[in-house]
T-cell receptor
Framework: KAGVTQTPRYLIKTRGQQVTLSCSPI?????VSWYQQTPGQGLQFLFE???????NKGNFPGRFSGRQFSNSRSEMNVSTLELGDSALYLC????????????FGPGTRLTVT | AQKITQTQPGMFVQEKEAVTLDCTYD???????LFWYKQPSSGEMIFLIY??????QNATEGRYSLNFQKARKSANLVISASQLGDSAMYFC????????????FGKGTKLSVIP
């Protein structure tokens, strides 16, 4: 089985811009979760999508949004980028029976200048 | 509120020796799960081991075992026979609730294996 894939792997944006990150889950997995990892805050849960619906949400501002398509692929969007949004964004997928067992992608490293 | 504490920011271990990485947690939920993930310098998070709150036996996966002490709210990861490839960040994760669940990561422990 192919693993979780994330595109792009690296991204450089300037303040004020917006960005869209993509995640393709493992085949058959319907749950996709997004995480932000920074040196200061560590790993933080952003949100989870299941069957095209946002099921769980972490404590992030509304600038962070996401969606999931019918093929379970998910996108995460960050609008009006701030310097503090520079981070590694990780996506994880899991199947319906074991949503706690998450398989992570390689991440997208976003740098905001 | 949930909380995960990993008190060891960094650790060193000699190759082929065993090492224990500490993790304590706090949750008011009766049903929860504890995970350990490894993150090499490449950035990808690798699932290592899982322990459910109702599991009576400690989880084991190859060289990894989880020393689960429910009363003390600790879930320490034990790596036996350390290898150079074990050098990485290790994160403890608490998962609780069903449906609308909560996920909390620890700050991580950087393990360095010395030849």
């Amino acid at each position: 089985k192919a693993g979780v894939t994330q595109t792009p792997r690296y991204l450089i944006k300037t303040r004020g811009q917006q960005v869209t990150l993509s995640c393709s889950p493992i085949s058959g997995h319907r749950s996709v979760s997004w995480y932000q990892q920074t040196p200061g805050q560590g790993l933080q849960f952003l949100f989870e999508y299941f069957s095209e619906t946002q099921r769980n949400k972490g404590n992030f501002p509304g600038r962070f949004s996401g969606r999931q398509f019918s093929n379970s692929r998910s996108e995460m969007n960050v609008s009006t980028l701030e310097l503090g949004d520079s981070a590694l964004y990780l996506c994880a997928s899991s199947n319906a029976e074991k949503t706690y067992e998450q398989y992570f992608g390689p991440g997208t490293r976003l740098t905001v200048t | 509120a949930q909380k995960i504490t990993q008190t060891q920011p960094g650790m060193f271990v000699q190759e082929k020796e065993a090492v224990t990485l500490d993790c304590t947690y706090d949750t008011s939920d009766q049903s929860y799960g504890l995970f350990w993930y490894k993150q090499p310098s490449s950035g990808e998070m690798i699932f290592l081991i899982y322990q459910g709150s109702y599991d009576e036996q400690n989880a084991t996966e190859g060289r990894y075992s989880l020393n689960f002490q429910k009363a003390r709210k600790s879930a320490n990861l034990v790596i036996s026979a350390s290898q150079l490839g074990d050098s990485a960040m290790y994160f403890c994760l608490l998962y609780s609730g069903a449906g609308s669940y909560q996920l909390t990561f620890g700050k991580g422990t950087k393990l360095s294996v010395i030849p």
